[in-house]
């Protein structure tokens, strides 16, 4: 594949939906796709730009292999559609707002994928999944305690971790994004 699968992964609440949508214009511009994920979560849930489905539907389409990766989280189901595999093959950059606790199988698929974590001071991300509220606040300080467990690593195997601060302006965020994958090789395109 001459493309390269770009792994934004972070907590929920740290903003990945949010940087994809307002990076997606400069990330088309780059030869980049920014792909929505499918979830078995209702299409209308507040803050996850995704593609709604049954668990039956997500089921059914596993099954018929319509996705490059899926895992379960959180009580979900999440899934990246196969066609990025075609994206890839064409030479295409393809964003994908990914699982930490994926990485490991999505790295075996992809090796040559660029792992991005997006983080926020616990502050924000309380503030935002509070405001989000899908979570109650012993599920809140549930996930506070797992973005620590993580926020140690730096690598995988020998593949850097890019970390990108996303507590403040998303504008900036964008634009550090954008030099990441400028200093990592991601060609440019444009």
């Known amino acids: 594949m001459d493309g390269r699968l770009i792994y934004l992964m972070g907590p929920s609440g740290s903003g990945k939906d949010s ?50 990766l899926h895992w379960h989280a ?27 606790g994926h990485l490991s199988q999505a790295r075996a698929r992809y090796p040559t994928l660029l792992p991005i974590l997006l983080t926020v001071t616990d502050d924000v991300l309380r503030e935002r ?29 020998d593949t850097r971790i890019y970390r990108l601060d996303n507590s403040a302006d998303l504008a900036t965020t964008v634009d550090h994004l954008m030099d990441v994958l400028r200093i990592s090789a991601v060609p440019d395109r444009t």
């Open 19 to 68: 940087l994809i949508e307002a990076a997606r214009q400069r990330l088309l511009t780059q030869g980049c796709e920014a792909v929505r994920r499918i979830i078995t979560r209702s299409a209308e849930a507040v803050g996850e730009d995704a593609i709604g489905v049954s668990r039956e539907e997500f089921a059914r389409r596993q099954q018929q292999g319509d996705f490059a």
């Open 74 to 100: 959180n009580g979900l189901d999440y899934a990246i559609p196969v066609s990025i595999d075609q994206w890839l093959l064409e030479g295409r950059d393809v964003l994908v707002n990914g699982s930490r």
């Open 129 to 157: 999944l509070l405001r989000r509220g899908r979570e109650s606040p012993e599920e809140i300080d549930g996930r506070l305690r797992r973005n620590q467990m993580f926020v140690a690593d730096d690598k995988v195997g």
